[in-house]
Nanobody
Framework: AVQLVESGGGLVQPGGSLRLSCTTD????????MGWYRRPSGKEREMVSM???????TYADSVKDRFVISRNHSDKTVSLEMTNMKSDDAAMYYC?????????????????WGRGTQVTVSA
């Protein structure tokens, strides 16, 4: 199974900041787009932000100008810096990868999910 190690969830106050990280292996990191989805309680899972292998990032409208996604090649990690957090940001956050070449990724094709990390926004 693909290894996606998530970290950084927790409790944050409204207006505060939190950083999520997702680490994977070299083949996956260099060949798959990576990013984050979230599932608020009682709602559907939604895309938060994704970044391609070349560094092109996309964001949900609800997080633009507040969240920044980045890739760190040295430790094979994609991070999501979340600032000015709101109660609507509370959710289970899932690391996601989109692989379009099983050959390049070491056998993975399609979308894969991490186990998730909980983010709670509360005063």
């Amino acid at each position: 199974a693909v290894q996606l190690v998530e970290s950084g969830g927790g409790l944050v106050q409204p207006g505060g900041s939190l950083r999520l990280s997702c680490t994977t292996d070299s083949l996956v990191f260099t060949s798959c787009a990576m990013g984050w989805y979230r599932r608020p309680s009682g709602k559907e899972r939604e895309m938060v932000s994704m970044i391609t292998t070349t560094g092109v990032a996309t964001y949900a409208d609800s997080v633009k100008d507040r969240f920044v996604i980045s890739r760190n090649h040295s430790d094979k990690t994609v991070s999501l810096e979340m600032t000015n957090m709101k109660s609507d940001d509370a959710a289970m956050y899932y690391c996601a990868i989109d692989c379009d070449s099983a050959y390049d990724s070491g056998g993975y094709y399609g979308r894969y999910w991490g186990r998730g990390t909980q983010v709670t926004v509360s005063a």
